[in-house]
């Protein structure tokens, strides 16, 4: 995870400095890089997956989290989309298609940005990964928002995506 407030550089260890940059206002600087150092954070997606129907979504029970969406962290040199189709393969044994960017949000809890998409099933055989996902459920669209966990940002993302609001 990244450091809210870095204080040293990342590149040579060089205590860093808070400098007046001109677009952001005070932002750490290496004086001897002569570079910004701007926070770090990680990134990881969250997905949407819809059944081969087009009429239910995936909802999934993960480390005692109860109803929740299939999510994972970028891996360095790798892209969203990637992501998106390694996490849900990885978690659920799914192959999907029709990935689509739905949102996305900074999760301070976890010093993320949480970037969500949708997809599609191609089959609906789950095959989960015991040590990823504790149990998974098909859930008709119409009654997805309220088997999320409520308050979550996997069930804003689901409202967001279906126009439903609070």
């Known amino acids: 995870?990244?450091?809210?407030?870095?204080?040293y550089c990342h590149v040579c260890g060089t205590?860093?400095?808070?400098?007046?940059?001109?677009?952001?206002?005070q932002e750490p600087w290496c004086p001897v890089c002569g570079a910004w150092r701007y926070p770090r954070f990680s990134c990881a997606v969250s997905v949407i997956?819809?059944?081969?129907?087009?009429?239910r979504v995936l909802v999934i029970d993960q480390y005692g989290k109860r109803g929740i969406?299939?999510?994972?962290?970028?891996?360095?040199?790798e892209d969203l989309v990637s992501t998106v189709v390694r996490e849900v393969r990885e978690e659920t044994g799914l192959a999907v298609r029709d990935?689509?960017?739905?949102?996305?949000?900074?999760?301070?809890?976890?010093?993320?940005?949480m970037v969500n998409f949708t997809c599609r099933a191609t089959l609906d055989e789950?095959?989960?990964?015991?040590?990823?996902?504790?149990?998974?459920?098909?859930?008709a669209v119409d009654e997805v928002v309220d088997a999320m966990r409520p308050g979550s940002l996997a069930q804003r993302f689901v409202r967001l995506h279906l126009g439903v609001g609070e």
Not at 49 to 55: E, F, Q, T
């Open 15 to 25: 205590r860093l400095v808070m400098r007046d940059q001109r677009e952001d206002g």
């Open 49 to 55: 997956v819809y059944h081969p129907d087009g009429r």
């Open 99 to 113: 990935v689509r960017f739905n949102a996305s949000e900074f999760y301070e809890p976890s010093d993320t940005l």
């Open 1 to 7: 995870m990244g450091d809210a407030n870095p204080r």
């Open 126 to 139: 789950l095959r989960l990964n015991p040590g990823e996902v504790d149990t998974a459920r098909w859930v």
């Open 69 to 77: 969406l299939v999510a994972g962290y970028v891996a360095r040199g």
